[in-house]
């Protein structure tokens, strides 16, 4: 499992900042889809941080679709190209008529 390296990234809070490094490091791989995130001790510990502070980023990370159930990395779906013609509303489920989906 990584160790989360944390240098103070930009500015805001440092949960938002905790988080960023987090999300950073899910996109370049260190983290894979259902993998665990580190205990939220750990990287309190490790970072000289309270646990509130890595329990509110891990928060965040969930609130953003990035880890479910609160500290497993969840699948991402692959970036869509700008002239898909898709959006990202249309890729949320939306009640259907099924008469009118059989042709009923």
């Known amino acids: ?22 999300a950073g490091l899910v996109d370049r791989g260190a983290f894979r889809t259902g993998e665990r995130l580190p205990s939220i001790r750990g990287p309190a510990r490790d970072l000289r941080v309270g646990v509130n502070t890595v329990r509110e980023a891990y928060a965040l990370l969930e609130d953003r679709g990035i880890v479910e ?32 989906a059989m042709g009923r």
């Open 1 to 22: 499992m990584p160790t989360v390296d944390f240098e103070p990234i930009g500015s805001g809070p440092l949960y938002e900042r905790l988080a960023r490094r987090l």
């Open 69 to 100: 159930g609160g500290v497993y990395v969840r699948p991402r779906l692959p970036d869509l190209p700008a002239d898909s013609g898709i959006s990202e509303g249309s890729l949320r489920p939306r009640p259907v008529n099924v008469r009118e």
